[in-house]
């Protein structure tokens, strides 16, 4: 072989290197950004927000997502992940963070038009019959801070706060809304049309948390039922799993 055949196959080689499927179609590259809101507004731990005729002001606000997956127009699905944690709580602390949100980086999906995302918020049920200590340690459903015995579930998201009650700047109230067990998984299904191609596209996934709190009536009433983690108590945090189809949402 001379030279310039050895180089001719480097070239055809590397042609094919980048188009991996049998079919000779390209992949390309996807970013989920996740960005947490109250009111359209970016959600900053301890920050002051209005909330009825008050405010109120998150401390925690973090659940798991899994089975992540999504369809091309033609209703192909590719899965994307099985389980991540998105730790609002930590990185919301201020304002620059809050606008940034997670983003989670995905490969290898085929080059073409889509028009679907589902994303599973909670702990499928086939793993929500598992505990923390079947995973290892850098798994996201090792964490044991995210399981309650009492449920024999994992806690699918966490929500807490202050609220002011008494309207005068004090935050005397604390709020607690822990999701959890298997009728609480909800997946939710962001139709929209976006193009995967050679370049990284980018898709940003707005969490409002000010909708999680919707009631036929207006807002949740807080202070009537402030603490619910409660497994033979459904009520508020049925209504918060039933609200995640209003609030989470593909930004266009």
């Avoid at 201020?94 to 038009?113: H, K, W």
């Avoid at 999701?179 to 596209?201: A, C, H, M, N, Q």
């Amino acid at each position: 072989m001379n030279k310039y055949t050895f180089f001719l196959f480097l070239a055809i080689l590397s042609v094919f290197s980048c188009t991996p499927d049998d079919d000779g179609i390209g992949t390309g590259f996807l970013n989920l950004n996740f960005k947490a809101e109250f009111d359209g507004e970016p959600l900053v731990m301890f920050n002051e927000y209005d909330y009825a005729d008050t405010k109120l002001l998150f401390s925690q606000a973090d659940f798991y997502i899994t089975h992540v997956e999504v369809e091309d127009v033609s209703g192909v699905v590719q899965n994307l992940d099985a389980v991540r944690f998105l730790d609002f709580t930590t990185v919301n602390k201020n304002a620059d963070n809050a606008a940034e949100g997670i983003t989670y980086f995905y490969n290898d999906l085929i080059i073409g038009e889509y028009d679907k995302i589902r994303i599973g918020i909670g702990v499928d049920a086939e793993n929500n019959k598992k505990k923390p200590a079947d995973f290892d340690s850098n798994n996201p459903l090792s964490k044991t801070g995210y399981y309650w015995t009492a449920w024999d579930s994992y806690i699918f998201m966490k929500i807490q706060g202050q609220y002011d009650e008494a309207k005068d700047g004090t935050f005397g109230l604390g709020y607690l809304f822990h999701t959890g067990k298997d009728e609480l998984y909800r997946t939710i299904e962001l139709p929209g049309t976006f193009v995967i191609g050679e370049d990284t596209t980018t898709i940003e996934v707005g969490i409002d948390f000010k909708k999680l709190f919707n009631t036929s009536s207006g807002l949740f009433d807080i202070p009537a039922n402030p603490v619910n983690h409660d497994p033979d108590n459904l009520g508020p945090i049925q209504m918060i799993s039933d609200n995640l189809s209003e609030a989470v949402y593909m930004k266009q």
